[in-house]
């Protein structure tokens, strides 16, 4: 008798079925970028509340300085107020910018840049870069205060937004 060749080997079988445990390595790089985003969703909701509540509390020191304005009409307590005012919300609602240094005319650029206002340089606005550094009573006459006010409402109004912006 023949001897048959095959009558030696196994017969076939199946691979093992890959296992869920350990995961590849791209599983592991996504739930690291997953756990990261999770961690910094808080930071970033603060951030966002801090700058939305910025604005809030602008509007509403703007409101208090116009109506002690018009209960006391101290012209030089309003404008500055508002000189201190537009600074504070600056800083806060711009804080990666260098504005904290600006004085004069840089400083009456910087706002013109934040709010799309010329105003700022060749207008009323030249009173708030003027305020800070008059002696206490002595306002001129020729600032309209209410202008002004409005015209920092519009600078706070236009910066409550939701984007930061960067540099400029």
């Known amino acids: 008798m023949i001897d048959n060749p095959l009558v030696g080997l ?3 079988h199946l691979p093992q079925s890959a296992s869920w445990w350990p995961p590849a390595p791209g599983w592991w790089l996504l739930a690291a970028l997953l756990l990261t985003l999770i961690a910094l969703l808080p930071l970033w909701r603060r951030q966002r509340r801090r700058r939305r509540q910025a604005s809030a509390l602008a509007t509403r020191e703007l409101a208090a300085l116009r109506a002690a304005w018009q209960a006391d009409a101290d012209a ?3 404008l500055r107020g508002l000189s201190q005012l537009v600074r504070r919300f600056v800083l806060v609602r711009f804080p990666t910018d260098r504005a904290a ?3 004069g005319d840089a400083w009456l650029a910087y706002l013109a840049s934040k ?3 010329t105003a700022f340089i060749d207008g009323i606005g030249r009173a708030l870069a003027e305020a800070p550094y008059r002696p206490m009573g002595s306002v001129a006459v020729d600032v309209d205060l209410a202008a002004l006010a409005d015209l920092v409402e519009r600078l706070i109004t236009r910066n409550a937004g939701e984007a930061v912006e960067r540099g400029s």
């Open 10 to 12: 196994r017969d076939y």
């Open 76 to 78: 030089g307590a309003l």
């Open 101 to 103: 240094g600006l004085v």
């Open 115 to 117: 709010s799309a206002e």
